[in-house]
């Protein structure tokens, strides 16, 4: 136990909100989004379950978008609030919130708009490629009305020929109703621009992406480049023997094949799945090593991760 | 790419212009960041403390440049003309107004037009009659061309800015520029008249013929022919008119005193440090200055009375008189150049690094006139006589002078940017914002319809000779070319004998100087019997040996 000093603990896997692994799940979304930017779309409506790793992933990419040639965009990313009053002024308002910018709270509509606009051909303006990505996430805690704010952002890059592509993020079920409105013809615009193309997130849902994720624990490094493998921080004789986390990924699956049929999900969120592996790796893997591991850890695991109280089973 | 969580205003870097001043940038930033008001900027500028316009003003520049790093050779350029913050002193041209663009280049006294609208540059927006730069009134909306404006408009506005020709503001602030290169005026004053110079403060101009009126005496061989009763052969070929011809061994002395032309060498026991070559003028040189001397300082009196305290001064006082103006402060230069001592001729020696006002675009540049004449041909050269070298060494200095007051007059500005090498002329900035426009005295410049006019004092210069244009103002300072003076014959003419205009008119006036070298033969010719008669007058030409 002499690891357990204060350094064990300051290891990433024991601080959730600053936890980064990436996931299969991101590099397709990332995928999607190159297809989208590099043929010319305005954008496209990403949808998925609650909880499933949507708003992580975006963040997670979002630094990663990249123009055909290579060059990173500028990408702004925004979540929508539920408000009492559903105004356009909000959509300004939350937009500026996240690009960090110094307004004036009390400012009319009008000059918030312009402040955005501003914003944005700025930020456009950063590489040759003269395009900027706004991804807005909780859509559906918006209205067809709120949502012409950004067919408003897009006409106007559009006149000074730069070129705004909003993602829009939200979950499937809450979303049904953003949807039927959009089908209405005075919304056709909005619903061209922004919704004929539709992705549903998946998140984990296979072997291969518990798999891969379990990879990027046997590759990243704590600390960064210098420090062991996360596997090889929780059981560092079995790493250099030749363990590899990556080995464990069919029997965690078939563990949670049987929750899985039991809460009638399709796949597993993102935030019971790490919850459940770093809770595996320093109670069980790093006490009992790896050649004692045993399905009923992992069962242990996913029940103390919460997923069987979650909100959709 | 500048990370995104860092952002806090939009900067509006991309509608930046060339050569634009910190008043533009702010306007900029006025107007990409519409939805904080005057009040908002103070607060958000200063930790939610209200503050004066100055500081915020402070604030806002370091801001900028702090987000300005994606584009250093920008902020390098805002951060070299941040001395050029003009509050209620604008000067703008009402189109440049309206786009919020201002220049720095405008704030030169000298230019009165905006070179990118050609338009007059006023202190007053045309709309609301009030100053430039007053941010308050442009926060308030009170005029739609120079108050705060719409997004969208103001992005027109810019991009039909950006569709502007800016080649001639770019090509007078590269000149400006060559001009504001790092250079060490160093003067000499009456009281280091006796001590010469000391290798540390001398003046070192170099010596020429080429650029002065005695480049006259260059003759080409069907002239020296029909010269030849008139002339002493002497036996020397030289095909140069040239300095380094004319050093004196130590036996090169005159009988008659008054004549004479003696070289002390550089180690002699009054200057040690200098080791170029120093000759002892003839009275008649010596004449010939102070004649020259006195001739542009009395102009200079008639134009104002302080120009005697000037060059009187030690430089410690120089740095607290007030007042003074270009000319007053060309003629220190030159007066202090000529005195090495009364009565001597300093050469310096070849070495670039210590040439007065060496630098690019202006390589030894003012120059110092030859006082030894010679006629020199082809096929040799001779001496005239020492009269009337005097009066080609007066005519010279004259032109020596404007050659100094030239670089003066175009580089004061900038001399001052970089006054803690140049202090001496840092109290024309001051002179300069008080002098009234009608005041004799003040170079200025005045820019319409694509002519820059102007450029000396009025008083001083006869009108013809003030009328320039732009382009040829370009290309005189891309070439500095000396010869300029001679296009105005008034100059030579103003204040000299009927002799001296004599042959100030066979020289200048009857000649296109501009092709001198070519035409020399041919106007000699033509001229033959006159300049005979000049020479009868003064006598036969002596010989060198």
Same mark, same amino acid.
């Given at each position: 136990?002499?690891?357990?000093?204060?350094?064990?603990?300051?290891?990433?896997?024991?601080?959730?909100?600053?936890?980064?692994?990436?996931?299969?799940?991101?590099?397709?979304?990332?995928? $999607?989004?190159?297809?989208?930017? &590099?043929?010319?779309?305005?954008?496209?409506?990403?949808?998925?379950?609650?909880?499933?790793?949507?708003?992580?992933?975006?963040?997670?990419?979002?630094?990663?978008? $990249?123009?055909?040639?290579?060059?990173?965009?500028?990408?702004?990313? %925004?979540?929508?609030?539920?408000?009492?009053?559903?105004?356009?002024?909000?959509?300004?308002?939350?937009?500026?919130?996240?690009?960090?910018? =110094?307004? /004036?709270?009390?400012?009319?509509? /009008?000059?918030?708009?312009? %402040?955005?606009?501003?914003?944005?051909?700025?930020?456009?303006?950063?590489?040759?490629?003269?395009?900027?990505?706004?991804?807005?996430?909780?859509?559906?805690?918006?209205?067809?009305?709120?949502?012409?704010?950004?067919?408003?952002?897009?006409?106007?890059?559009?006149?000074?020929?730069?070129?705004?592509?909003?993602?829009?993020?939200?979950?499937?079920?809450?979303?049904?109703?953003?949807?039927?409105?959009?089908?209405? /013809?005075?919304?056709?615009?909005?619903?061209?621009?922004?919704?004929?193309?539709?992705?549903?997130?998946?998140?984990?849902?296979?072997? $291969?992406?518990?798999?891969?994720?379990?990879? $990027?624990?046997?590759?990243?490094?704590?600390?960064?480049?210098?420090?062991?493998?996360? %596997?090889?921080?929780?059981?560092?004789?079995?790493?250099?023997?030749?363990?590899?986390?990556?080995?464990?990924?069919?029997?965690? &699956?078939?563990?949670?094949?049987?929750?899985?049929?039991?809460?009638?999900?399709?796949? &597993?969120?993102?935030?019971?799945?790490? =919850?459940?592996?770093?809770?595996?790796?320093?109670?069980?893997?790093?006490?009992?090593?790896?050649?004692?591991?045993?399905?009923?850890?992992?069962?242990?695991?996913?029940?103390?991760?919460?997923?069987?109280?979650?909100?959709?089973? | 790419?500048?990370?995104?969580?860092?952002?806090?205003?939009?900067?509006?870097?991309?509608?930046?212009?060339?050569?634009?001043?910190?008043?533009?940038?702010?306007?900029?930033?006025?107007?990409?960041?519409?939805?904080?008001? @005057?009040?908002?900027?103070?607060? @958000?500028?200063?930790?939610?403390? #209200?503050?004066?316009?100055?500081?915020? @003003?402070?604030?806002?520049?370091?801001?900028?440049?702090?987000?300005?790093?994606?584009?250093?050779?920008?902020?390098?350029?805002?951060?070299?003309?941040?001395?050029?913050?003009?509050?209620?002193?604008?000067?703008?041209?009402?189109?440049?107004?309206?786009?919020?663009?201002?220049?720095?280049?405008?704030?030169?006294?000298?230019?009165?037009?905006?070179?990118?609208?050609?338009?007059?540059?006023?202190?007053?927006?045309?709309?609301?009659?009030?100053?430039?730069?007053?941010?308050?009134?442009?926060?308030?909306?009170?005029?739609?061309?120079?108050?705060?404006?719409?997004? +969208?408009?103001?992005?027109?506005?810019?991009?039909?800015?950006?569709?502007?020709?800016?080649?001639?503001?770019?090509?007078?602030?590269?000149?400006?520029?060559?001009?504001?290169?790092?250079?060490?005026?160093?003067?000499?004053? +009456?009281?280091?008249?006796?001590?010469?110079?000391?290798?540390?403060?001398?003046?070192?101009?170099?010596?020429?013929?080429?650029?002065?009126?005695?480049?006259?005496?260059?003759?080409?061989?069907?002239?020296?022919?029909?010269?030849?009763?008139?002339?002493?052969?002497?036996?020397?070929?030289?095909?140069?008119?040239?300095?380094?011809?004319?050093?004196?061994?130590?036996?090169?002395?005159?009988?008659?005193?008054?004549?004479?032309?003696?070289?002390?060498?550089?180690?002699?026991?009054?200057?040690?440090?200098?080791?170029?070559?120093?000759?002892?003028?003839?009275?008649?040189?010596?004449?010939?200055?102070?004649?020259?001397?006195?001739?542009?300082?009395?102009?200079?009196?008639?134009?104002?009375?302080?120009?005697?305290?000037?060059?009187?001064?030690?430089?410690?006082?120089?740095?607290?008189?007030?007042?003074?103006?270009?000319?007053?402060?060309?003629?220190?230069?030159?007066?202090?150049?000529?005195?090495?001592?009364?009565?001597?001729?300093?050469?310096?020696?070849?070495?670039?690094?210590?040439?007065?006002?060496?630098? !690019?675009?202006?390589?030894?540049?003012?120059?110092?006139?030859?006082?030894?004449?010679?006629? #020199?041909?082809?096929?040799?050269?001779?001496?005239?006589?020492? +009269?009337?070298?005097?009066?080609?060494?007066?005519?010279?200095?004259?032109?020596?002078?404007?050659?100094?007051?030239?670089?003066?007059?175009?580089?004061?500005?900038?001399?001052?940017?970089?006054?803690?090498?140049?202090?001496?002329?840092? !109290?024309?900035?001051?002179?300069?914002?008080?002098?009234?426009?009608?005041?004799?005295?003040?170079?200025?410049?005045?820019?319409?319809?694509?002519?820059?006019?102007?450029?000396?004092?009025?008083?001083?210069?006869?009108?013809? @000779?003030?009328?320039?244009?732009?382009?040829?103002?370009?290309?005189?300072?891309?070439?500095?070319?000396?010869?300029?003076?001679?296009?105005?014959?008034?100059?030579?003419? !103003?204040?000299?004998?009927?002799?001296?205009?004599?042959?100030? !008119?066979?020289?200048?006036?009857?000649?296109?100087?501009?092709?001198?070298?070519?035409?020399?033969?041919?106007?000699?010719?033509?001229?033959?019997?006159?300049?005979?008669?000049?020479?009868?007058?003064?006598?036969?030409?002596?010989?060198?040996?």
């Amino acid at each position: 136990m002499s690891k357990l000093g204060t350094s064990f603990y300051d290891h990433p896997i024991f601080t959730p909100q600053a936890f980064r692994v990436p996931t299969r799940a991101e590099k397709i979304l990332l995928d $999607q989004l190159h297809d989208h930017l &590099w043929t010319g779309k305005p954008g496209a409506f990403f949808h998925g379950p609650p909880r499933i790793g949507k708003t992580t992933a975006f963040l997670n990419v979002r630094d990663s978008i $990249q123009a055909r040639s290579g060059v990173h965009l500028p990408a702004l990313y %925004t979540s929508m609030p539920p408000r009492d009053k559903n105004t356009i002024r909000e959509v300004h308002y939350k937009c500026l919130t996240h690009t960090g910018l =110094s307004f /004036n709270r009390r400012a009319t509509c /009008n000059e918030l708009a312009n %402040t955005l606009v501003a914003h944005l051909i700025e930020l456009s303006h950063l590489t040759e490629h003269k395009t900027v990505i706004l991804i807005v996430d909780e859509i559906q805690r918006l209205t067809p009305k709120q949502i012409e704010v950004f067919s408003e952002l897009y006409d106007t890059l559009y006149e000074h020929n730069l070129r705004l592509c909003v993602f829009m993020v939200g979950n499937s079920s809450s979303s049904h109703l953003l949807l039927s409105d959009l089908e209405l /013809n005075c919304n056709e615009s909005i619903r061209g621009r922004f919704f004929t193309e539709q992705h549903k997130f998946k998140g984990i849902h296979s072997k $291969q992406d518990v798999e891969f994720i379990l990879k $990027q624990y046997d590759k990243l490094r704590y600390p960064e480049e210098t420090g062991p493998t996360y %596997t090889e921080f929780f059981s560092e004789k079995e790493f250099n023997n030749g363990f590899r986390l990556a080995q464990l990924s069919s029997i965690i &699956w078939d563990t949670f094949n049987t929750y899985r049929k039991q809460l009638k999900i399709s796949s &597993w969120p993102a935030q019971y799945f790490f =919850s459940a592996l770093n809770l595996l790796l320093p109670d069980y893997l790093y006490k009992y090593g790896a050649k004692n591991f045993e399905s009923d850890m992992i069962s242990a695991c996913i029940e103390a991760s919460g997923l069987l109280h979650a909100p959709y089973q | 790419m500048r990370p995104i969580s860092d952002t806090v205003i939009n900067t509006g870097y991309w509608l930046s212009q060339p050569l634009e001043s910190w008043y533009s940038v702010m306007i900029r930033l006025f107007h990409c960041n519409p939805s904080l008001t @005057f009040y908002g900027w103070k607060m @958000f500028l200063n930790d939610n403390k #209200a503050c004066s316009t100055e500081k915020m @003003f402070d604030l806002l520049k370091d801001l900028y440049l702090k987000q300005a790093e994606i584009l250093p050779e920008h902020k390098q350029e805002l951060e070299r003309h941040s001395h050029q913050i003009p509050n209620g002193k604008l000067k703008l041209c009402q189109e440049c107004g309206n786009a919020g663009y201002h220049s720095y280049l405008f704030q030169f006294p000298w230019l009165h037009t905006c070179p990118l609208h050609s338009k007059p540059l006023e202190s007053l927006c045309i709309e609301c009659n009030r100053p430039w730069g007053n941010c308050e009134e442009f926060f308030k909306h009170h005029c739609q061309a120079c108050g705060l404006k719409p997004l +969208d408009e103001y992005l027109v506005l810019q991009y039909n800015l950006g569709r502007q020709d800016f080649t001639g503001l770019l090509t007078l602030s590269e000149q400006v520029d060559k001009l504001a290169k790092s250079s060490v005026l160093w003067f000499c004053w +009456d009281q280091y008249e006796d001590l010469v110079f000391t290798r540390e403060n001398k003046v070192n101009m170099r010596p020429s013929d080429e650029d002065f009126a005695s480049v006259m005496l260059h003759l080409y061989p069907k002239a020296t022919i029909a010269l030849e009763p008139y002339l002493t052969y002497q036996a020397t070929t030289h095909k140069q008119w040239l300095v380094k011809s004319t050093q004196w061994q130590p036996s090169d002395i005159y009988e008659d005193c008054t004549n004479r032309y003696t070289r002390t060498l550089s180690h002699n026991h009054l200057c040690p440090e200098i080791y170029g070559h120093i000759i002892q003028l003839p009275q008649q040189m010596v004449l010939a200055r102070q004649k020259a001397i006195k001739r542009v300082h009395e102009l200079l009196s008639e134009i104002h009375p302080k120009t005697h305290s000037l060059h009187r001064s030690d430089i410690s006082s120089i740095m607290s008189i007030e007042s003074d103006c270009p000319l007053c402060i060309a003629f220190s230069c030159w007066y202090s150049i000529l005195l090495v001592d009364n009565h001597s001729w300093y050469i310096p020696p070849d070495d670039p690094e210590q040439n007065f006002l060496y630098f !690019d675009g202006i390589k030894n540049y003012p120059k110092t006139p030859t006082p030894c004449k010679y006629l #020199a041909t082809e096929e040799s050269y001779y001496e005239t006589p020492i +009269d009337f070298q005097a009066f080609m060494y007066e005519i010279d200095l004259l032109q020596c002078f404007l050659q100094v007051y030239e670089y003066i007059a175009t580089s004061y500005v900038q001399v001052i940017k970089s006054y803690p090498r140049t202090v001496y002329i840092a !109290d024309l900035e001051n002179y300069l914002t008080h002098v009234k426009p009608s005041q004799d005295g003040q170079a200025y410049f005045q820019l319409h319809n694509h002519c820059l006019d102007g450029y000396f004092p009025n008083s001083y210069l006869p009108e013809s @000779f003030t009328l320039k244009k732009f382009p040829e103002i370009i290309e005189m300072l891309k070439k500095n070319n000396p010869h300029f003076f001679y296009m105005n014959k008034e100059l030579y003419r !103003d204040g000299l004998t009927s002799v001296q205009y004599q042959m100030l !008119d066979l020289l200048f006036v009857h000649n296109q100087f501009r092709n001198h070298y070519v035409a020399y033969s041919h106007f000699l010719e033509s001229n033959f019997e006159k300049i005979r008669a000049f020479l009868s007058r003064k006598g036969k030409i002596t010989n060198t040996c």
